[in-house]
């Protein structure tokens, strides 16, 4: 990284910066109450509060949002007609899934390999992190230059929406010239991207029903019908031969024209198995960023320990569908319900309940902002161009945010690169890239102001 102050002050604290990572990981902060205490959120919402009003931040305020849960508010005031700013991170964090795949404890913040890991290290405690760097940094180096106001969710990870209601509710409150969501992440480690589209999307709970209760398989099977089977089938209409989604009227055949995906390594990214076969057409681009994809996230059904030989009278399944840019995620919602009703065979009772949607973005890379951002990256990268890619994932409140503040140039960046694994066992976060993007944002709010 070329030498500057900036650049320098960042080195500086991020001794600092890992003890604070350490302390938030640690809260267990998944916004399921079912699974998880409330107190722990509440921790880190505690935390985050703390932090900004540590650095001078006014108005800080715990935010009850509709769906139960808390986002954290602060004002920096800048000079006096300066712009204003606002940055986005989220303390919530999903689930560690199998804990005994990780290689160590999941809420423990761990170095291991040039990297620290941890549920929540990228995505996007990390992020909250990165936004307390750039500012610090330029606190020490002339002061920030522009009005910056903080909006950390409580509840993004599960796509309840408490915070875009909440917006909707009080639309002054994040009302910015600029807004800078700090949950994305660069193409890679070393590669300067802003995410220019994102997909958005829709959670169904589908339960299928054929008989009043359980029946001998022995006695029944083969005339009985098997909710479990209809399920079955209901799902895998959902996908074609190839794998790729087929929702009945949802169009699949989107390209994407920006930055590419090789191939061979997207498979070593996503670790696919020697043998597997990736599924879809078009490039992986095209399928990741620019088509809609469907994924079952689970299925309530008997386990194959304690199994009985029986015709299950009911089963349930978690679907999730991916909405590209486009594609208004309602009218997706109506058509994968449509099409679960239509697909469901033997006249089975089938109910479709949606728990969580939100709508896809793309971003005007034409703006000043995102001019002042690539130089900004270019500098922090030591002259690397900054990239526009795609993110398959989805930030629910940027549409919110785009439809409340049409005027307001909104910018994705972030820690979650591929070999983050968020979402995953084992996720962390490069420092490298922690300190490079801090110095970045820092960087992007000086070049803005004077822009």
């Known amino acids: 990284m070329s030498s500057n102050p900036v650049a320098e002050t960042v080195a500086s604290l991020m001794p600092r910066a890992k003890a604070e990572l350490t302390e938030l990981v640690a809260f267990k902060s998944v ?21 900004l009003r540590a650095e001078g931040f006014q108005d800080v305020a715990l935010l009850d949002t509709p769906d139960g849960t808390q986002s954290v508010y602060g004002l920096l005031p800048g000079p006096e007609g300066a712009k204003t700013v606002l940055l986005y991170a989220h303390y919530d964090v999903q689930p560690p899934l199998d804990e005994a795949g990780w290689a160590t404890p999941p809420f423990e913040l761990t170095e291991r390999d040039g990297r620290w890991y941890g549920r929540g290290a990228a995505d996007c405690k990390g992020g909250l992190v990165m936004h307390l760097l750039a500012l610090r940094a330029l606190g020490a180096n002339g002061g920030v230059p522009v009005h910056v106001k903080v909006i950390v969710e409580g509840s993004e990870e599960q796509g309840t929406g408490g915070l875009e209601r909440y917006a909707e509710e009080h639309p002054e409150l994040l009302a910015a010239d600029t807004i800078v969501i700090g949950d994305a992440g660069n193409f890679r480690v070393g590669v300067p991207t802003v995410t220019a589209s994102l997909r958005g999307m829709t959670l169904l709970h589908v339960r299928v029903d054929t008989l009043e209760g359980n029946l001998h398989s022995g006695q029944f099977g083969g005339a009985a019908p098997d909710a479990l089977g209809a399920l079955i089938r209901v799902l895998d209409s959902l996908r074609a031969e190839d794998g790729s989604t087929t929702v009945d009227g949802l169009t699949a055949t989107s390209r994407w024209d920006g930055l590419q995906y090789d191939e061979e390594q997207f498979r070593k990214d996503a670790k696919v198995l020697d043998g597997v076969g990736l599924i879809g057409s078009g490039t992986v681009a095209d399928r990741i960023w620019a088509r809609p994809a469907v994924t079952v996230l689970g299925i309530d059904c008997p386990p194959v320990i304690g199994a009985t030989p029986s015709v299950q009278a009911g089963a349930r399944a978690l679907v999730s569908l991916r909405v590209p840019a486009g594609v208004d995620a309602a009218e997706a919602t109506k058509l994968l319900q449509a099409h679960l009703e239509a697909h469901t065979p033997w006249g089975a009772r089938v109910h479709t309940e949606q728990i969580g949607q939100g709508q896809p973005f793309r971003a005007d890379t034409a703006s000043p902002a995102y001019a002042a951002m690539a130089e900004a990256m270019s500098a922090a990268y030591d002259g690397a161009e900054m990239q526009y890619a795609g993110q398959g994932g989805s930030i629910p ?31 962390s976060v490069s420092p490298e890239e922690l300190e490079r993007l801090a110095v970045a944002e820092a960087l992007f709010l000086r070049n803005y102001a004077a822009s």
């Open 31 to 51: 916004a399921d109450f079912d699974q998880f205490p409330r107190s722990e959120s509440e921790g880190a919402a505690n935390w985050a509060a703390d932090a």
């Open 397 to 427: 409140l940027c549409n919110t945010l785009a439809s409340l503040y049409p005027r307001a140039e909104i910018l994705l960046i972030g820690l979650s690169e591929p070999e983050a694994q968020i979402h995953a066992v084992n996720e």
